[in-house]
């Protein structure tokens, strides 16, 4: 009977590593291939990027559109596109990685070093500075942002927001 036991438990506990191990393979390659995730619904605008002004992006907000600097044009990966996402800031080896999906005109950002609170920080001011807007407008646009297990089993999965913005997860 005890024999019995140890097997059962042995194969319970090979499949739980087995089982932790793929988790983990998987939520590497997420942040490290671009995938279309859409994640952002359908935003009523334009999918054309190509703002109101020479050189800018016209992005719909929840009460209208921004103009901000047009950065889908010059420096992105060999990857980036209208299906993948334009790389905004950060990359996969960054501590952050912003990206911009055209088709539903919002922006992901993916936290991928501990401690998350200064790191969503960093990654606010980036965006920040490649927009050109302030926080009130910033909170108007589709953003999410998440992190992976690997780095936070607690917070991985969630939107945990901006921390600028209503409703947006405090962070350690």
């Known amino acids: 009977m005890k024999k019995i036991f140890l097997i059962v438990a042995a194969i319970v506990a090979l499949i739980l590593v087995l089982t932790a191990f793929l988790a983990f393979r998987a939520s590497r390659q997420v942040s490290?291939?671009?995938?279309?995730?859409?994640?952002?619904?359908?935003?009523?605008?334009?999918?054309?990027?190509?703002?109101?002004?020479?050189?800018?992006?016209?992005?719909?907000?929840?009460?209208?559109?921004?103009?901000?600097?047009?950065?889908?044009?010059?420096?992105?990966?060999?990857?980036?596109?209208?299906d993948t996402g334009y790389q905004v800031a950060g990359s996969e080896s960054d501590s952050y990685?912003?990206?911009?999906?055209?088709?539903?005109?919002?922006?992901?950002?993916?936290?991928?070093?501990?401690?998350?609170?200064?790191?969503?920080?960093?990654?606010?001011?980036?965006?920040?500075?490649?927009?050109?807007?302030?926080?009130?407008?910033?909170c108007k646009l589709a953003v999410t942002v998440n992190t992976v297990a690997f780095v936070s089993e607690i917070y991985a999965g969630r939107n945990l927001g901006l921390s600028f913005c209503t409703g947006s997860t405090k962070l350690p």
């Open 97 to 138: 990685h912003i990206l911009y999906y055209p088709e539903g005109h919002g922006f992901n950002i993916t936290l991928l070093a501990e401690p998350l609170g200064e790191t969503r920080r960093s990654a606010e001011a980036e965006l920040r500075a490649r927009l050109g807007l302030p926080d009130t407008s910033i």
């Open 32 to 82: 490290e291939v671009p995938v279309n995730t859409n994640p952002f619904g359908g935003l009523v605008g334009s999918t054309t990027p190509s703002g109101t002004r020479p050189g800018s992006l016209s992005i719909p907000t929840q009460d209208g559109t921004v103009d901000v600097p047009d950065f889908t044009r010059e420096g992105q990966p060999s990857w980036a596109g209208p």
